[in-house]
């Protein structure tokens, strides 16, 4: 039975993330864990701060319960779970991944206040950069549910992945009987020894899935880029392995993200290395 974590503000894109959830693992029986964290700055005066603690989280549980019984309604076949916390939400997520034994987190791009021209919100890039321990599915505003046929998996070939690692994406494609659409975006003519090595492995593992292998023009801008590349193979859903100095990263790095808020509307899985 997976353990699914949601993190939640209540906010739209938060209930948009959780239904793409429940439809995404509707045929695998599931306990999802709906968690709220809001933290609270120390005051001077203790006993006000702690009064202010008891109202929030009152008022969270009560939120919480809410939300349980709305999901409840049309999705009795799932086991659900609430709790609260005044930690910050990357620290709130990894104790409850650690305590519950989580599989995979969702939540939504931004919150409540997110500005439309942000894809990932602050709340949001604090949990997938410090998640270690299992992968994190980052779900736009934007984003309707549909099947995921096709799944796009973004590698430089520049290192050996493992078992683990790979096991995510394996796991994800098999649920909806996905295929694997594997891609490499070309900085030089031809791949080096090395990577085409490593690119074999991949393929060697992933030989029970439905996939293919594209090398993709390098452009000015990476932005573009990923869109073509999920257009044209009509992508679902985009995963990448999160390592020091991965694609990933870098995008971090650069306005692409900032740019893909526009036009990114499919969600975004990281699997920690």
Known sequence: MKHILIPTDFSDNAWAATVYALKLFADEKCVF?????????????????????????????????????????????????????TRDIEQAVDIAIEKHNIDMV?????????????????????????????PALA?????????????????????LYSDTE??????????????????????????TVSQKENLDALQAYLDDLDNNYIEIPQYTNKTSEII????????????????????????????????LGHKLTIPFMVIPA
Do not use: W
């Open 106 to 134: 969702v939540m939504g791009t931004k919150g409540a206040t997110g500005a439309k021209e942000i894809f990932l919100g602050s709340n949001t890039v604090e949990v997938i950069s410090k998640l270690s321990k299992c």
């Open 228 to 259: 073509d590349f999920i257009n044209d193979e009509d992508i679902d859903i985009l995963t990448m392995i999160k390592y020091k100095h991965s694609f990933f990263e870098n995008l971090f790095r650069e306005p692409v993200i900032l740019n």
């Open 166 to 191: 790979l096991d995510k994406i394996k796991d994800l494609a098999n649920l909806n009987d996905s295929k694997l659409h594997i891609f490499h975006i070309q900085t030089k003519e031809n791949l």
């Open 33 to 85: 864990h709906l968690l709220h964290s809001a933290p609270i700055k120390s005051s001077k005066i203790s006993s006000f701060s702690n009064k202010l603690s008891r109202v929030i989280q009152e008022n969270a549980v009560k939120d919480l319960k809410h939300l349980q019984e709305r999901i409840e309604k049309n999705y009795p076949n799932h086991s659900f779970k609430i709790s609260t916390s």
């Open 139 to 159: 779900i736009p505003n934007k984003a309707e549910y549909k099947k995921p046929k096709n799944i796009g998996f973004s590698s430089g070939f520049k290192r």
